[in-house]
């Protein structure tokens, strides 16, 4: 492991910050500028073996080695670790920021480095954490890999199969709150490797309810724990602990358009879907309802904040617009980056927490840090030639032990 530390503009500390959950404060951002303390930024590379740690708030680098490049990276819903997914390589890594959540303060547990488990699987593809848990759909077979980060630093340890499907395809899953999945399942009566419906089944694989909706094609998912959402074709699928299935439909101007990704925002306890040919609209599962947040056919990264409590939405103009998920208005826009050209490949990829933006740039190997308060203050991270994908890790605190 190499070590690097970046000139950092250096600002004077503010007063102590007050945790209200593990990914959040309640700290009005502009009391103290800087990035939190227990916030980091993970960025690997397309080319190369490289991924890089960075701390925002001192500018230190930290770079290490990955069994592959042009992973895709997930967070845990602990916050602590990363899932590295190299899809085509059919394993699943996992990195340690060693950040550990304790409800008023974050203790630091050791130094960040490669977890012990590992994940050997066909085709890795879809990524969920829930609680101490994490789950990864394995496209090659239809199976489920399953592990526990208490296991994580077990030498030897490996990610548990659960018989989820009994056909390979295209598939997701979620967890529910009594420890049940939501799982896909394809019969066949669409072409392709999209599955058509969604069963219930146990820890062991056995079948809890029957899939009662055939759709014409599934892709995107999120869960409250309670409900499951499922982007579909035919309409939008919820699906509950209980088994009951139903289907919500799109707004009538959508014509073939649907929602292949579906957003959960934990903090404003709200879904989002989203569709490039339509934008990002609000699911209201209670309602029934479907009501837009942003409609455009320029939008080129649609994430939701760290904390769950905005929607950030990068267009390929280079224009930024974040919306308060608490009453879907808008709260700042403005120009961030260059416009990117829609046939590019590899394009900026986006994650935001309550003060900042990070987005890297593909063509100059930087990491760009943006202001929420202020969209012109910006900074640049050196991490590696060809960056790829990025996440959070940490939380949203200063407060040590």
């Not at 009005?28 to 397309?46: G, Q």
């Not at 409800?103 to 488990?117: E, L, R, S, Y």
């Not at 892709?219 to 579909?232: K, P, T």
């Not at 969209?375 to 949203?396: A, D, F, M, Q, W």
Request: proline share 3%; glycine share 8%.
């Amino acid at each position: 492991m190499k070590k690097h530390f970046l000139p950092y503009l250096t600002v004077a500390l503010a007063s102590t910050l007050i945790i209200s959950c593990n990914k959040t404060s309640e700290v009005n951002p502009s009391d103290d500028p800087l990035e939190y303390k227990h916030l980091r930024v993970v960025v690997n590379d397309e080319l190369s073996k490289e991924v890089f740690l960075i701390t925002p708030r001192t500018g230190e680098t930290q770079k290490f080695e990955t069994a592959f490049p042009k992973a895709s990276l997930y967070v845990t819903e602990s916050g602590r670790y990363a899932s590295v997914v190299h899809r085509e390589n059919n394993l699943v890594q996992f990195f340690d920021s060693g950040l550990e959540y304790h409800g008023d303060h974050i203790d630091v547990k050791g130094t960040p480095k490669w977890a012990a488990m590992t994940g050997e699987s066909l085709a890795p593809t879809h990524f969920k954490s829930k609680s101490d848990e994490v789950l990864l759909f394995n496209d090659g077979d239809g199976t489920l890999s399953v592990g526990k980060e208490t296991d994580f630093h077990n030498t030897g340890a490996k990610l548990k199969t659960i018989n989820a499907s009994k056909t390979a395809h295209h598939g997701a899953m979620t967890k529910f709150n009594n420890g049940n999945y939501a799982v896909t399942e394809k019969d066949g009566s669409v072409a392709g490797v999209l599955p058509e419906r969604v069963r219930i089944i146990n820890a062991s694989g056995q079948e809890i309810y029957k899939s009662t909706v055939q759709t014409k094609g599934i892709h995107g998912n999120a869960s409250d724990g309670n409900v499951s959402v499922f982007g579909s074709a035919s309409g939008i699928l919820v699906v509950t602990q209980t088994g009951e299935q139903r289907l919500i439909a799109h707004p009538s101007d959508f014509g073939t358009a649907w929602f292949g990704t579906i957003l959960e925002a934990t903090k404003s306890q709200k879904f989002i879907g989203y569709t490039a040919a339509k934008g990002a609209y609000v699911i209201d599962v209670v309602a029934n309802t479907v009501t837009p947040i942003v409609q455009s056919t320029d939008i080129m990264q649609c994430k939701v904040d760290y904390a769950g409590n905005r929607l950030v939405v990068l267009l390929h103009s280079g224009e930024v617009q974040i919306f308060n998920l608490s009453n879907n208005t808008l709260l700042k826009t403005g120009n961030v980056v260059s416009a990117i050209q829609k046939d590019e490949v590899q394009k900026p990829q986006l994650e935001a927490t309550d003060k900042y933006l990070y987005i890297t740039q593909p063509k100059t190997g930087e990491l760009l840090q943006i202001e929420i308060a202020n969209l012109t203050n910006k900074k640049t991270i050196k991490v590696s030639s060809t960056p790829y994908r990025l996440t959070l890790l940490g939380h949203e605190s200063s407060e040590d032990h």
